[in-house]
């Protein structure tokens, strides 16, 4: 039986859009939907009972405590997780997570394909314990045994990157974990200071977890790289826009005829 685990902080609409997904096209799939949702003050619960999913509040958020929290309050086997900003496409997305888990009694999780990356390692066959980065399990649009879990539980001291960091342990351990193609769409607009955010918390992941270590000088190289880009990008930028408005004045005293 699969318990669908939705992560979510004030992303009404996205979430909305997902659990209309869900109860439209999957409904005889999945068991129960759960909200796991951080002080949303938007409208958010308001939607988890519209469609009928119960809605779970975690005051302290963190990658690996929220993990956790999502797999304590999912009631089934198998667990499928979405961010808000997720949502599955393929119309046999949970059948195919069903079958493999059925026929697979080692299998500790399923990462299913949202992108070329992810679609190239599953025709190539690179597999989790080749690169559990590419192939391991991603937070998002994954599945995992939730008897698996409760012997081998998300790292709550990690700043991000809590799935690969299960993945290399639960691979370490003799479980496996495979592809899936069950396709879905990952699809999020971040500001700045998200992006920043984002970037704080790999740049200590990718330390912690893959021992990806920094210094003075790559941080310099990093900044000229990122000026470069910036400045060649405005002048790309610059240069098509002026291309566009003389085309544009071209065009207006020489039309073509209308159909």
């Not at 979430?15 to 999945?30: G, H, P, S, T």
């Not at 937070?139 to 008897?147: N, T, V």
């Amino acid at each position: 039986m699969i318990s669908v685990v939705i992560r979510n902080k004030n992303q009404e609409v996205a979430l909305a859009f997902l659990l209309k997904n869900l109860r439209e096209r999957y409904n005889d799939d999945i068991d129960e939907i759960v909200v796991v949702d951080n002080l949303s003050t938007d409208g958010s619960e308001k939607f988890a009972a519209v469609y009928n999913a119960r809605f779970e509040t975690v005051k302290e958020f963190s990658y690996g405590g929220s993990a956790n929290f999502a797999a304590q309050k999912a009631t089934h086997d198998v667990v499928v997780l979405f961010s808000a900003h997720s949502y599955p496409v393929s119309h046999d997305f949970f059948k195919l997570i069903k079958d493999k888990f059925r026929s697979n009694n080692n299998l500790a999780g399923l990462r299913c394909l949202h992108s070329p990356n992810d679609y190239r390692n599953y025709i190539n066959n690179v597999s989790s314990q080749d690169d559990p980065n590419k192939s391991g399990l991603i937070f998002s649009g994954s599945a995992f045994a939730k008897a698996v879990w409760q012997k081998h539980p998300f790292n709550e001291n990690v700043s991000t990157f809590e799935d690969k960091e299960w993945s290399k342990r639960v691979l370490e351990a003799g479980y496996k974990i495979d592809f899936v193609p069950a396709i879905f769409s990952y699809e999020i607009k971040r500001t700045k200071a998200q992006e920043f955010f984002r970037f704080k918390n790999d740049i200590i992941g990718n330390y912690q977890l893959w021992h990806e270590d920094v210094s003075i000088f790559s941080a310099f190289k990093g900044l000229l790289a990122t000026s470069w880009r910036l400045k060649r990008g405005f002048v790309l930028d610059l240069w098509y826009a002026l291309k566009r408005f003389l085309y544009t004045i071209k065009f207006s005293f020489n039309k073509p005829e209308k159909f």
